[in-house]
C-alpha cells in the first residue's frame, strides 16, 4: 500500500505557497481570504484537498474550521508564510500537536513589547525601552533616556502608526495629541538615528541558523519611516557590516528559542558600530524579498522550510550566508500628492534591461496618496541584474522612461 502524502494545511498568503507545496508531493489543505485571487490562483486552491474561506487572522474561526480537517484527514504540519496567518498557524499546530511554527517564537516575535522584555536578559541586545499608555509615561521615558525616542504600537506592522521623535518640538506635540493616546498602548524605544536598515532572512531547521540573505533598506528621511528603496546584497561599503549583523541576528534567534520556520529580522547599526534588532517576524520578508535572495544567492527559503516537513527532512540543509551571483532591488514610486494628468506608459519599463516587473497604480485623474508607511505603495519596480553597478544604471534609464504629469503643469521624474 502506497504511504499517504503528508497533509499541510497552508494559512493565507498566496496560491504560489499551495503550489509550490503541491509540487513537493504534500496533500495540502487551505484556509484564508481569497477575495482578491485571480482565476488562475483559484484553479490551484481546487487541487487541494479542503478550503476554507476565513480571514487568517480570525484565530479562533480558523483554529475551529482546522480541527475540523484534521478530524476528516488527519494534518501532519500547519505553516503560513504571509503577515495574517502567522499566529493563527502557530495556534493551530500547537493545540492539534502538529508541525508548525513554535507558539513561543511567534509570541516573542508579533508582540514588541514581549521581545523587548525577553531581550533584557542578554545585554548585547537589549535596547532601552518600556511600555507607555499616555503622555506621562512618555515623559518618564523621556527624561530616563533623552532624545532621540520612537513610539509604536506593541502588535502593529508596516511601520503604521510609528512616530520618530527626535527635537523637543515632536516631543510635545505627541504628548498633546489625545487622539494618539486614545489607541492604546505604545512601545516607547531609544531611537537608533539613520536612514538605512538591514533586512536579514534566515532559515531555521532543527534549531540551526543559517542566514539566506541580507538586504540594505533605504528609509525616507525624518519622520517619515517608509521604506524607499531595498537591495540584495548591500552594496559597498555597506557590505562591511554583515558580518556582525550575523552574529547578532543568531543570537536574538537563540534568547528567543526560535527552532524552526522563517524569519525576517529588521536590524540597525548604532553610532558605535553595534547592530541593534529592531524588530523581527517568523514569516518571509514583504516586498517580495523572498525572490531576491533566491535571485541573489540561490537559496528558496519557502521551498526549503516545506522540504523539511517531507518524510527524511531531517536531512535538509540550508546554505548559510551563501555568495551572491546577481543583485536583486526594488525601488518605491513616490510621486507628490497632487491630481494626475496623465503618465507615461508603464509598459515601457518592460524594455528596460533589469527590470523584472512592476506594480503601477498611478492613474490620471487621481491624487497618489501620501507614503507615510510600509503599506500600499503608488508604485514599486522589481529589478534583476548582474551587481550593483548595472542597477544603478538601470535606475538612471527608469527615471528617464517614467514621468507623472500633474494638473498644475508640473511633470515629476522619479529621483533613485
Known amino acids: 500500500m502506497a504511504e499517504r502524502a503528508p497533509h499541510l494545511l497552508v494559512l493565507s498568503g498566496w496560491a504560489g505557497v499551495v503550489e509550490t507545496a503541491l509540487s513537493l508531493g504534500f496533500d495540502v489543505s487551505f484556509i484564508g481570504n481569497t477575495a482578491d485571487f485571480t482565476p488562475r490562483d483559484m484553479d490551484v486552491l481546487d487541487r487541494c484537498r479542503y478550503v476554507r474561506e476565513i480571514p487568517g487572522e480570525q484565530i479562533v474561526a480558523c483554529l475551529e474550521a482546522a480541527r475540523g480537517i484534521h478530524a476528516a484527514h488527519p494534518l501532519h504540519a500547519s505553516i503560513s508564510f504571509g503577515e495574517f496567518g502567522m499566529e493563527s498557524s502557530a495556534v493551530i499546530a500547537d493545540a492539534l500537536g502538529i508541525r508548525g511554527i513554535p507558539l513561543a517564537s511567534v509570541a516573542a516575535t508579533r508582540y514588541k513589547d514581549r521581545m523587548r522584555d525577553l531581550l533584557a536578559a542578554h545585554p548585547d541586545l537589549a535596547l532601552g525601552w518600556a511600555r507607555v499608555a499616555g503622555a506621562e509615561a512618555l ?116 534568547a528567543i528559542g526560535h527552532t524552526w520556520g522563517l524569519t525576517h529580522t529588521e536590524v540597525k547599526v548604532a553610532p558605535d558600530g553595534r547592530p541593534v534588532v529592531i524588530e523581527s517576524q517568523t514569516r518571509i520578508g ?68 533589469g527590470v523584472e516587473d512592476f506594480e503601477i497604480g498611478i492613474r490620471p485623474g487621481e491624487v497618489p496618496l501620501p507614503v507615510a508607511a510600509n503599506t500600499k505603495r503608488p508604485g514599486l519596480i522589481w529589478l534583476h541584474v548582474p551587481d550593483h553597478a548595472a542597477a544603478e544604471r538601470t535606475k538612471q534609464a527608469i527615471a528617464r522612461t517614467y514621468w507623472v504629469e500633474f494638473e498644475d503643469g508640473d511633470v515629476w521624474y522619479p529621483a533613485f
Open 139 to 254: 515623559e518618564k521615558f523621556h527624561a530616563r533616556y533623552g532624545l532621540p525616542l520612537i513610539v509604536k504600537p506593541v502588535a502593529g506592522s508596516g511601520s503604521v502608526g510609528v512616530r520618530q521623535i527626535t527635537t523637543p518640538g515632536e516631543l510635545r506635540d505627541t504628548l498633546d495629541d489625545a487622539q494618539f493616546w486614545m489607541r492604546g498602548t505604545y512601545l516607547a524605544e531609544e531611537l537608533i538615528e539613520g536612514d538605512e536598515l538591514y533586512s536579514v532572512e534566515t532559515v531555521t531547521l532543527d534549531g540551526r541558523h543559517a542566514i539566506a540573505g541580507i538586504s540594505l533598506c533605504r528609509l525616507a528621511r525624518h519622520p517619515n519611516v517608509a521604506i524607499t528603496e531595498i537591495t540584495v546584497p548591500p552594496p559597498a561599503p555597506y557590505d562591511r557590516h554583515i558580518r556582525n549583523i550575523s552574529r547578532t541576528v543568531i543570537a536574538f534567534l537563540d
Open 286 to 353: 514583504g516586498y517580495r524579498i523572498f525572490r531576491m535572495v533566491e535571485h541573489a544567492g540561490g537559496v528558496d527559503e519557502i521551498a526549503t522550510v516545506l522540504r523539511s516537513l517531507l518524510p527524511g527532512g531531517g536531512n535538509v540543509r540550508s546554505a548559510h550566508l551563501p555568495p551572491t551571483t546577481a543583485v536583486g532591488m526594488v525601488l518605491s514610486l513616490i510621486p507628490p500628492a497632487k491630481r494626475v494628468r496623465r503618465t507615461a506608459d508603464p509598459e515601457l519599463l518592460r524594455g528596460l534591461d
